[in-house]
């Protein structure tokens, strides 16, 4: 089972920041947050992470809560070449046990 | 840098038989993983493999199987292929520093295999 939780589909209109939620409830104190997207018939990308502080690079910034049981990824403003899957997933900080379960994704879709 | 290469592109099979598909990582990187995607269950792990030994694996018959070779590339087989089998299979590599430090995966276009 997905150790997260993300609804299945968003909309965003072309231009306005997309906030894009993921709930990790069960997360342990060893677990990062990663953001990874998906574009029709290509391999994921890799996003974003983080432990605990937020972080922002060139794509997106990463929103961390203080108890850490969810997050959201901000991209700032949305064009249609964002359309994609989006998928959060908790890894460990060692390679222990980590099976690096996808989940279903967000489908988002930007609206010209 | 090239980046993560997985051959063939697209393969069809029929059922019963066996596939093996390979994965050049991106070069320096010594850990690669193995992922089935469906339209029905997603995104699901297979294993990883680093320095030739698997590391971990996910929840997948022995028919499917994997290794790793001593330049990093890897190959996943199938046998005994079941139309189920059907699938878009990525891999990814990472460079992973020691055992403790995460590094982000990076993944190849996958491998579509049909199975009539």
């Given at each position: 089972?997905?150790?997260?939780?993300?609804p299945?589909?968003?909309?965003?209109?072309?231009?306005?920041?997309?906030?894009?939620?993921?709930?990790?409830?069960?997360?342990?104190?060893?677990?990062?947050?990663?953001?990874?997207?998906?574009?029709?018939?290509?391999?994921?990308?890799?996003?974003?992470?983080?432990?605990?502080?937020?972080?922002?690079?060139?794509?997106?910034?990463?929103?961390?809560?203080e108890?850490?049981?969810?997050?959201?990824?901000?991209?700032?403003?949305?064009?249609?070449?964002?359309?994609?899957v989006?998928y959060?997933?908790?890894?460990?900080?060692?390679y222990?046990d980590?099976?690096?379960?996808?989940?279903k994704?967000?489908?988002?879709?930007i609206?010209? | 840098?090239?980046?993560v290469?997985?051959?063939?592109?697209?393969?069809?099979?029929?059922?019963?038989?066996?596939?093996?598909?390979?994965?050049?990582?991106i070069?320096?990187h010594?850990?690669?993983?193995?992922?089935?995607?469906?339209?029905?269950?997603?995104?699901?792990?297979?294993?990883?493999?680093?320095?030739?030994?698997?590391?971990?694996?996910?929840?997948?018959?022995?028919r499917?199987?994997?290794?790793?070779?001593?330049?990093s590339?890897?190959?996943?087989?199938?046998?005994t292929?079941?139309?189920?089998?059907?699938?878009?299979?990525l891999?990814?590599?990472?460079?992973?520093?020691?055992?403790?430090?995460?590094?982000?995966?990076?993944?190849?276009?996958?491998?579509?295999?049909?199975?009539?």
């Amino acid at each position: 089972d997905a150790k997260t939780t993300q609804p299945p589909s968003m909309d965003c209109a072309e231009g306005r920041a997309a906030n894009l939620p993921c709930n990790h409830s069960t997360i342990s104190g060893n677990e990062y947050v990663y953001w990874y997207r998906q574009i029709h018939s290509q391999g994921p990308q890799y996003i974003i992470h983080g432990l605990k502080n937020n972080e922002t690079n060139e794509m997106a910034s990463l929103i961390i809560t203080e108890d850490r049981k969810s997050s959201t990824l901000i991209l700032p403003h949305a064009t249609l070449r964002d359309t994609a899957v989006y998928y959060c997933i908790v890894r460990p900080k060692t390679y222990r046990d980590d099976k690096i379960i996808f989940g279903k994704g967000t489908r988002l879709h930007i609206l010209p | 840098k090239a980046g993560v290469t997985q051959t063939p592109r697209y393969l069809i099979k029929t059922r019963g038989q066996q596939v093996t598909l390979s994965c050049s990582p991106i070069s320096g990187h010594r850990s690669v993983s193995w992922y089935q995607q469906t339209p029905g269950q997603g995104l699901q792990f297979l294993f990883e493999y680093f320095s030739e030994t698997q590391r971990n694996k996910g929840n997948f018959p022995g028919r499917f199987s994997g290794r790793q070779f001593s330049n990093s590339r890897s190959e996943m087989n199938v046998s005994t292929l079941e139309l189920g089998d059907s699938a878009l299979y990525l891999c990814a590599s990472s460079s992973i520093q020691g055992a403790t430090v995460r590094e982000k995966l990076f993944f190849g276009s996958g491998t579509q295999l049909s199975v009539l």
